[in-house]
T-cell receptor, first 116, second 111 residues
């Protein structure tokens, strides 16, 4: 089991540039989550998908953020245009949702984003 | 009340002591709880899951769930310096397809 795979591990970009973060969930998992973590705000849920369908995107900060899950094995989180306040670690996590709420989340290694 | 609330610490214990981490939860969560350990600069790592009232032991770790008082705790026996990390408490939502995290408790084990 390769675990949740995220790329890139680190991203440094200039304000105004487009940033795309990528995630491959664990094979067989049907739920995928994008989180953002900062020292000030802790772990924040941005959006989650169930069976490739976005279920709750209320955590997405603003229209500059968008996420897609075109198939069960791939998801992207895009920021356009990026701003310095977007600097954070972005985690992707997946789980197998049986509808009973008893399957834990498994996290990827994260992408550390720095916007200058 | 937030769905999951956790003592933010920081917590310091001497090596060999028992570290006790606590978390309370609201009625908006289900009965599935998880403890994650996060080392500095790393991702959260699942260390314990608990679904039933009572204790669940795994090596030096014991998770405790008290549904009547709506709290869940993690005990780390014989604490080691390598246990120094931030510990996150999490709970699944009543619908089962969302997770709520506490703010984390920073633990330092002093050699």
């Amino acid at each position: 089991d390769a675990g949740v795979i995220q790329s890139p591990r680190h991203e440094v970009t200039e304000m105004g540039q487009e940033v795309t973060l990528r995630c491959k969930p664990i094979s067989g998992h049907n739920s995928l989550f994008w989180y953002r973590q900062t020292m000030m705000r802790g772990l924040e849920l941005l959006i989650y998908f169930n069976n490739n369908v976005p279920i709750d995107d209320s955590g997405m900060p603003e229209d500059r953020f968008s996420a897609k899950m075109p198939n069960a094995s791939f998801s992207t989180l895009k920021i356009q245009p990026s701003e310095p306040r977007d600097s954070a670690v972005y985690f992707c996590a997946s789980s197998f949702d049986r509808g009973m709420g008893n399957s834990p989340l498994h996290f990827g290694n994260g992408t550390r984003l720095t916007v200058t | 009340q937030k769905e999951v609330e956790q003592n933010s610490g920081p917590l310091s214990v001497p090596e060999g002591a028992i570290a006790s981490l606590n978390c309370t939860y609201s009625d908006r969560v289900s009965q599935s709880f998880f403890w994650y350990r996060q080392y500095s600069g790393k991702s959260p790592e699942l260390i314990m899951s608990i679904y039933s009232n009572g204790d669940k032991e795994d090596g030096r770790f014991t998770a405790q769930l008290n549904k009547a008082s709506q709290y869940v705790s993690l005990l780390i026996r014989d604490s080691q310096p390598s246990d120094s990390a931030t510990y996150l408490c999490a709970a699944a939502s009543n619908t089962g397809n969302q997770f709520y995290f506490g703010t984390g408790t920073s633990l330092t084990v002093i050699p």
